[in-house]
């Protein structure tokens, strides 16, 4: 399913097939939660803005308005209105960050939901259950994402457990997968490696969960508040002991300079809120920076937003304008915006993907790497 068609040092271009169609790799799959991205952008929108593919949340859609609801209305691509790859967590990540109350034993989490406070209970057979019924293309394994920094043993006890509700994972969705009913039968399971920031534990629960040989694997728990070097430091200590045949996915990352020195320590796969939250708030990526529109500078600018860029923001509206809509409060301005953002980041994937193919990679690298995370 996976094929790795060039590399640059540790930086991969390669190529992954779905039951949705082809991803290209490096890519950012561009993030709706609850099958919509936050600032009014559609499914249509996503494919008009580069977009290979969408990310949705276990979590949130077994919430509201039901896993059981989007199966009987025929999945999630049809659901949405989306037919290209989907991408969907697991949840585990929003039962440890938004649940107020949870016990965790080995059959799984009881919490609270974040939006009635109703009790539910999840694990990994649930978990592959709710994704069968959204009919995903990928389907994340449910795990448990620790604080950092957190007491090395209780983070070793917890990747064991995770390694243990994995092998579970993978045993429920192949006989979802097998129903005669399944909404996609081909879908896929990425695991997940935890460790924190203790590389001899990112090692050995790598190792561990490599012998699954699983179509893909992920690295989690990153980017919940280490520092950007002790993310890639981690990165370079995992990546190592990572099936070289199989994507790679760093999950929650991140900045245009996180994705690009991520790339260059060997990772195919990102997603993130950042471009869609950034836009919200007037703040806008160029290939010279971050703008922020809120600035007085704009007022009287009739320039787009990044003159190089070819998204239909930039084709159509000034600094000016946008301006104007962020002040004047518009939910125009939070559309505009957000579209503009998720054109870069997409972008932004196929140029280090054009820079793959041509060997250029280490100099856009060098390039680039700080100037796109940088305040104008």
Not at 62 to 91: C, E, K, N, Q, Y
Not at 223 to 234: K, L, S
Not at 299 to 323: F, N, T
Request: hydrophobic share 40%; proline share 5%.
């Amino acid at each position: 399913m996976f094929t790795l068609l060039k590399r640059e040092g540790h930086a991969r271009r390669g190529r992954l097939s779905t039951p949705h169609g082809t991803i290209e790799t490096p890519v950012f799959m561009n993030v709706g939660t609850q099958a919509a991205i936050k600032g009014a952008i559609s499914a249509h929108d996503l494919t008009e803005l580069g977009c290979q593919v969408e990310l949705s949340n276990t979590y949130h859609l077994h919430v509201r308005p039901g896993d059981a609801l989007i199966r009987r209305m025929g999945g999630l691509h049809r659901f949405m209105g989306w037919d290209g790859p989907i991408l969907t967590d697991s949840g585990g990540f929003q039962i440890f960050s938004l649940a107020g109350l949870r016990r965790i034993k080995e059959e799984g989490v009881s919490f609270h939901s974040h939006v009635d406070g109703a009790i539910i209970f999840m694990g990994p057979e649930e978990s592959m259950r709710i994704q069968s019924n959204l009919g995903s293309d990928i389907a994340m394994a449910f795990d448990e994402c620790v604080k950092i920094p957190s007491p090395y043993e209780y983070v070793k006890a917890s990747c064991a457990r995770t390694a243990r509700w994995l092998a579970r994972c993978k045993t429920a969705l192949a006989e979802y997968n097998r129903e005669e009913d399944a909404v996609n039968p081909g879908q896929m399971l990425f695991g997940i490696n935890q460790g924190a920031v203790f590389h001899d534990l990112r090692i050995a629960h790598m190792k561990q969960i490599a012998e699954l040989e699983l179509p893909g694997y992920a690295i989690g728990g990153l980017a919940v508040g280490e520092t950007h070097q002790e993310m890639y430091d981690t990165i370079e200590a995992v990546e190592e002991y990572m099936p070289a045949d199989k994507p790679r996915y760093l999950m929650g990352v991140g900045t245009p300079g996180n994705i690009i020195e991520s790339v260059a320590r060997g990772v195919d796969f990102f997603d993130c809120v950042m471009p869609t939250r950034n836009g919200r708030h007037g703040h806008v990526y160029t290939w010279d920076g971050v703008l922020n529109l809120n600035n007085r500078r704009y007022a009287e600018d009739p320039s787009p937003i990044d003159p190089r860029c070819g998204c239909p923001v930039c084709r159509r509206y000034s600094r000016s304008y946008l301006r104007h809509l962020i002040k004047a409060q518009e939910a125009l301005a939070l559309r505009l915006a957000s579209a503009h953002n998720l054109w870069f980041y997409n972008h932004l994937m196929e140029a280090i993907r054009e820079n793959l193919d041509q060997g250029t990679f280490a100099a856009f690298q060098r390039e680039y790497s700080d100037k796109l995370s940088a305040r104008i």
